[in-house]
């Protein structure tokens, strides 16, 4: 166990490394810098582009202000060129408001998703499969901003409220109707973000169940005469349970990579919006640590699901 | 692919439904671009008439305003008029060409490479890297580096040293100690690859580049290979200690014509699978980058570009919103669909 957790450990630090310089160089490789913007404005006068230049190291050789951002990164010195303000200051602030989505919607798939797989699998071929299976592919398919532009419609008709930002603007009356707002404006999008993730999460619950099904020891279950709920519920659903336990750790990576496109739509102030605007402006270093943080976090997922499956899943210990 | 296949396929009727809808939208866009390309296009696309704003579909053009050549064919918006007053059909039939050359290039490179780097991987992945390939590496870059950097003595040096590596490396035992296998480098590269969250990556690239199609296709291409090429792997890890490989290279068949003609037919069904639910992952990240306006440049309509320019008019002119968002659900489905269908139908073990 030691062995395998510092083996991996050394595996994903050379990863990192590498993470690292990807990072920083498929950005400041790209064609054009902050500085070209806009080359029409009067106001970008030879002197300024040259201070602009100074001031954000891009006068330097690359592999020295690769060496100049991590530097800054890791002492939290790191400033977001349009603002001025800590990188990591901004993306936790923003990370705090990205984090209600995020919950919700996760914990929208992940209680519905499994109920729908695991029943559809266990009556596969009856009309709540059929169903389950057309609305996955349904849901798996419709373009998110789309089905976003569908649910406004139809919330804004319905129910005359307003939903698109965190809250209504200028709104002070009881805390409950407050409250109320609140929840108004975060349906929809932790709806969205749920969706595609309960098609397909329960398309994989589905057939891992069916896979397991066919094994011999479900065979041999049924044939000791054991009822079938057991047989089901037991035997079956605890082996298909097993590959879950991994994804308990990719589910991390998504607060950062799902939301630009939803938050963009709805105005939310989260972590995929203020990427997307980054993007725009052309800000540098909030676009290579977002790109960064992602990854690391991505790395700390499967280190986590490594470990999970590991305790779970006695078979896996070497 | 035998018999058991096709009729494994035929019985499932959600799968041939995909498949005949991708038929026709295939007809479609071909038809498309046709109409919408040349001086005189039959469907003007980009045909503005200012006195036709937003006009519902199928209502008639106002023949008393307008030119004769302005007026749409049959003098019917079909798919009504956008806020530019410009056809939607027209723009709708030039997009379905986007989105089918955007589907089908960018699989197309992501499987060129995912089946050569996952093939390298899975035959040769035993070989070592040695230490005169590194440098060897090392020294044709520097020499390169210098070349273009123009100090010319530099480069020649690093050239020198190169052949010099090629002459030493049959006669020097350290030179050729393996430092790692071919094999846990694509392995690690695919791993760095995969920790990048897709769509904001290619947000970020495409963001950088100047924008346009061949870009988005790429940018998709080269981002996306890492599934094929794992499949791939896997699948020549198992092919080539199998008899008939054995039997190929007593032969004496070069190792060339075992990966083309008899494991590469062998691995191709999973490959063919990925690609095509492939191609509806990449259509829908064409049509969310267009929607971000990060997308093919102005003039030519796309999907999601469509849907992107009529989100202002969601509740006057719905429409503008509903036939492109229908349009791109459907086509993704399709293939959705048909690549779902010919997975179950590759697997005998699902069969009833």
Not at chain 1, 152 to 164: A, G, L, R
Request: glycine residues 8%.
């Amino acid at each position: 166990m030691l062995s395998f957790i510092i083996r991996s450990l050394i595996q994903k630090a050379i990863t990192l490394f590498f993470i690292s310089i990807i990072s920083f160089f498929v950005i400041h490789l790209a064609p054009g810098e902050p500085s070209q913007i806009n080359p029409m404005n009067p106001k970008f006068t030879p002197e300024l582009i040259k201070r602009f230049r100074k001031q954000f190291h891009l006068d330097k050789p690359l592999y020295e202000q690769y060496l100049i951002f991590y530097r800054d990164l890791f002492s939290g010195r790191l400033r977001s060129w349009k603002d001025g303000r800590p990188v990591l200051e901004k993306i936790w602030e923003r990370f705090l408001n990205s984090l209600p989505l995020f919950i919700v919607g996760t914990l929208l798939t992940w209680t519905l998703s499994f109920p729908v797989g695991i029943h559809s699998a266990i009556r596969r071929g009856s009309i709540f499969d059929k169903t389950a299976t057309f609305f996955s592919y349904l849901f798996i398919s419709i373009p998110g901003f789309f089905f976003a532009y569908v649910l406004i419609i139809f919330v804004v008709n319905t129910f005359h409220v307003p939903v698109i930002g965190m809250k209504t603007f200028g709104l002070y009356s009881g805390k409950m109707h407050m409250l109320m707002d609140r929840i108004w404006h975060m349906l929809i999008p932790s709806i969205l973000s749920a969706t595609g993730g309960i098609a397909i999460l329960s398309r994989y619950v589905r057939s891992q169940m069916l896979e397991v099904e066919t094994q011999d020891y479900i065979r041999t279950a049924r044939a000791k005469g054991l009822p079938e709920d057991e047989v089901h519920y037991k035997h079956a659903l605890r082996n298909a349970l097993l590959p879950f336990v991994t994804m308990f750790g990719l589910v991390i990576p998504g607060l950062i990579g799902g939301s630009v496109i939803i938050e963009s739509i709805f105005s939310w102030p989260g972590i995929g919006r203020m990427a997307y605007e980054a993007i725009l402006s052309r800000d540098y270093p909030v676009v290579i640590t977002l790109n960064f943080i992602s990854a690391v976090l991505v790395l700390i997922g499967t280190f986590i699901s490594d470990l999970l499956y590991m305790i779970v899943d006695p078979r896996v210990r070497l | 692919m035998n018999r058991g296949f096709w009729s494994a396929l035929k019985e499932d009727k959600l799968a041939m439904l995909g498949l005949y809808i991708f038929i026709v939208f295939f007809i479609v866009s071909i038809l498309g671009l046709i109409l919408t390309s040349g001086r005189n296009p039959i469907f003007d696309p980009s045909m503005i008439r200012l006195s036709e704003k937003l006009k519902p579909p199928f209502s008639h053009a106002n023949r008393d305003i307008l030119r004769p050549d302005q007026i749409p064919p049959f003098g019917i918006y079909i798919f009504g008029t956008d806020d530019l007053g410009r056809d939607v059909f027209s723009r709708m039939l030039q997009g379905a060409w986007v989105s089918l050359t955007v589907g089908f290039v960018s699989v197309g490179i992501s499987v060129a490479i995912g089946i050569l780097v996952g093939g390298i991987a899975g035959y040769f992945g035993q070989e070592y890297i040695r230490i005169y390939h590194l440098l060897s590496v090392v020294s044709i870059s520097l020499s390169s580096l210098f070349f273009f950097k123009k100090v010319w003595h530099l480069s020649i040096l690093f050239l020198f040293l190169l052949f010099f590596l090629i002459y030493l490396r049959k006669r020097s035992k350290i030179l050729n100690v393996g430092l790692f296998t071919i094999d846990t480098l694509i392995t690690g590269i695919i791993d760095i690859m995969l920790c990048f969250p897709s769509f904001f990556l290619i947000l970020t690239i495409v963001a950088f580049i100047p924008g346009s199609l061949y870009s988005i296709m790429a940018v998709i291409g080269l981002t996306s290979w890492m599934g094929t090429a794992r499949f791939v792997r896997a699948e020549f890890l198992s092919l080539r200690e199998r008899d008939f490989v054995l039997a190929a290279k007593a032969l004496g068949v070069s190792d060339f014509r075992i990966i083309l003609r008899h494991m590469l037919p062998n691995a191709m069904a999973p490959v063919l699978v990925s690609a095509i639910l492939g191609i509806a992952s990449a259509i829908l990240t064409e049509a969310g980058l267009s929607f971000l306006g990060l997308g093919v440049p102005p003039p030519h309509a796309t999907w999601g570009k469509i849907l992107s320019d009529g989100k202002q008019y969601l509740f006057d002119a719905p429409w503008l919103t509903f036939i492109p968002g229908i349009a791109i659900l459907i086509v993704v489905l399709s293939f959705n669909l048909f690549g779902e269908g010919l997975r179950d139908a590759l697997n005998p073990r699902l069969r009833r």
